[in-house]
């Protein structure tokens, strides 16, 4: 199981490498649920990371739905951070109407290169998520949907995710359940999902604070949980 986790810094980059973890996002404005990190953050993580570092490209927190002017600075950023060498890029837009804003979505796929795609959480904001997924099959550059399900965490939603994977089944994408994980719930997210990777945050920390430093305890109770579980 893919294990991923979030830095906000180059210190979270050396532990998460150095502790176990399987794959980076890079991020800054956790407050905001995660925004575009500074370029200079991206070129030395993906610089000195041994594991795929996958960039959050999001210039405000406000909404999903973006104007064209910040769809251009995103394609932009996802310019940079391709030049650097990054794994892939983790974005999202919505339309007004609520669905996925396909246009932006192919206006940041024209620019990816080879890079991976991963949907982020803004997946959660869909009425018809089923509907947003088929969507997202038409683009085979979209390798990772980030879902907690729906409105919470990832055991909120259980019955929802288990549809999201089911209708994913021998599809191009991996659905990675991302949203309150935790060492107290992973071995029932383990156990109930049967998931390909989980998407962890302040569940791997020393406190649940973005502000605390990567736990090696917690990332090695993790995969015990998950190897026993197998």
């Known amino acids: 199981m893919i294990i991923e986790g979030i830095a906000t810094n180059i210190q979270d980059v050396h532990d998460l490498n150095r502790f176990g973890a399987d794959r980076i996002e890079l991020c800054s404005g956790m407050e905001q649920d995660g925004l575009t990190p500074r370029m200079a953050l991206v070129k030395e993580a993906v610089l000195v990371s041994s594991i ?29 951070v391709g030049s650097y060498g990054a794994n892939g890029i983790v974005i999202g837009a919505l339309a007004e109407d609520g669905h996925i804003d396909a246009n932006a979505l192919e206006s940041f796929i024209s620019v990816c290169g080879e890079m991976d795609v991963t949907f982020h959480k803004a997946f959660d904001a869909l009425d018809d998520q089923v509907e947003g997924l088929k969507m997202l099959l038409k683009y085979p550059e979209v390798k990772t949907i980030l879902t907690s399900g729906g ?80």
């Open 52 to 80: 795929p570092v996958n960039v959050m490209v999001r210039p405000q927190g406000i909404t999903f739905h973006y104007t064209d002017r910040e769809i251009m600075q995103m394609v932009d950023q996802i310019r940079e």
């Open 151 to 230: 409105p919470g965490g990832v055991t909120d939603n259980f019955e929802q995710l288990e549809r999201l994977m089911k209708e994913a089944e021998d599809t191009h994408v991996t659905i990675m359940p991302g949203g309150s994980l935790s060492t107290e719930n992973v071995a029932e997210v383990i156990e109930r999902l049967k998931t390909e990777g989980l998407h962890f945050g302040t569940g791997i920390r020393s406190t649940k604070s973005y502000d605390a430093p990567i736990s090696k305890e917690k990332i090695e109770f993790i995969r015990t949980v998950d190897r026993s579980g197998r």
